[in-house]
Nanobody, 124 residues
Framework: QVHLAESGGGSAQAGGSLRLSCKYTIKYRWCLGWFRQAPGKEREGVAAIGTDGTIAYAPSVKGRFTISQDNTESILYLEMDSLTPGDTAIYYC????????????????????WGQGTQVTVSS
């Protein structure tokens, strides 16, 4: 059974940083990713790690956010720096058994399992 649980959300000032964590229970190596949904907007991809360690970011966060993975502890991280109010959203981690190596952020439809989400609020 696949289970994903995010933590680490909260509030930050513009220019600040937050780190999100996602504890997962997955037996094999799957593609893992972060998505977000802002109020009134569709959910969008933020960053992902392929099964071979390849990494992709959405253009809006590239250079500011860093995705990483601790395979020993089964935790996925998203380090978010230089935050802006535009980063305010509910952030979700997700897992896909159907995606291997990645060259760009995979679409939402490729991900089968989702966490419950964690709120990130950035004030100016």
């Amino acid at each position: 059974q696949v289970h994903l649980a995010e933590s680490g959300g909260g509030s930050a000032q513009a220019g600040g940083s937050l780190r999100l964590s996602c504890k997962y229970t997955i037996k094999y190596r799957w593609c893992l990713g972060w998505f977000r949904q802002a109020p009134g907007k569709e959910r969008e991809g933020v960053a992902a790690i392929g099964t071979d360690g390849t990494i992709a970011y959405a253009p809006s966060v590239k250079g500011r956010f860093t995705i990483s993975q601790d395979n020993t502890e089964s935790i996925l991280y998203l380090e978010m720096d230089s935050l802006t109010p535009g980063d305010t959203a509910i952030y979700y981690c997700a897992a896909s058994s159907r995606v291997a190596s990645i060259m760009s952020m995979p679409a939402e439809r490729w991900f089968d399992y989702w966490g419950q989400g964690t709120q990130v609020t950035v004030s100016s």
